[in-house]
């Protein structure tokens, strides 16, 4: 049973660019969480959603971010028009009854 | 809101023991982690407690837990070159699933 796989694991994007990042849950999980750990910070509980659905996306920025969780596929995290303070590390984790478990993280930099 | 403090720098010898210390606000809380962050890496989680525990011990971690002063320890024995790392206090409540973390304890190991 694979962990949860999030991909690419390094992104550069230039200012104003998109980046798109995703994340395949553990096989058999239907909920999926998105994380962002800026440098020297803690991680920041972004968005959680379930499959077709978002759930809470309270700590998500109203502007420029958006994440879905389709039927079939991968989750995705979108940034449009990224600028430097989005460099950051992003964490997905996926559960299905207790315990979330974390993917290896997506290193975003933008330059 | 809810919030998870730790200090940001341990150092420890070789072969001692280092305690990681955490407090935290939300009286609701009902699972409470300790994550492990190599360098590059993503998030292990090391081990869990639930509120109503006390202790729980798993090798050389011991995990103690006040609830009445909202305080989590993380004790690892006799500390080796290998767990030098971050590690993340974190907590949920049963209000939601998403999990608050502190900015974590960076340990350092001294020869």
């Known amino acids: 049973n694979a962990g949860v796989m999030q991909n690419p694991r390094h992104l550069v994007r230039r200012r104003g660019q998109e980046a798109r990042l995703r994340c395949s849950p553990m096989?058999?999980?239907?909920?999926v969480y998105w994380y962002r750990q800026l440098p020297e910070e803690g991680l920041k509980f972004m968005v959680y959603l379930q499959k077709e659905n978002i759930i809470d996306e309270s700590g998500m920025p109203k502007e420029r971010f958006s994440a879905e969780f389709p039927k079939e596929g991968p989750s995705i995290l979108r940034i449009q028009q990224v600028v430097r303070g989005d460099s950051a590390a992003y964490f997905c984790a996926s559960s299905q009854q207790e315990g979330q478990y974390f993917g290896p993280g997506t290193r975003l930099t933008v330059l | 809101g809810e919030d998870v403090e730790q200090s940001l720098f341990l150092s420890v010898r070789e072969g001692d023991s280092s305690v990681i210390n955490c407090t935290y606000t939300?009286?609701?809380?009902?699972?409470l982690y300790w994550y492990k962050q190599e360098p590059g890496a993503g998030l292990q989680l090391l081990t869990y407690i639930f509120s109503n525990m006390d202790m729980k011990q798993d090798q050389r971690l011991t995990v103690l837990l006040n609830k009445k002063d909202k305080h989590l320890s993380l004790r690892i024995a006799d500390t080796q070159t290998g767990d030098s790392a971050i590690y993340f206090c974190a907590e949920t409540s049963n209000r939601d699933d998403k999990i608050i973390f502190g900015k974590g304890t960076r340990l350092h190991i001294l020869p």
């Open positions: 939300d009286s609701s809380s009902t699972y």
């Open positions: 096989k058999g999980h239907s909920h």
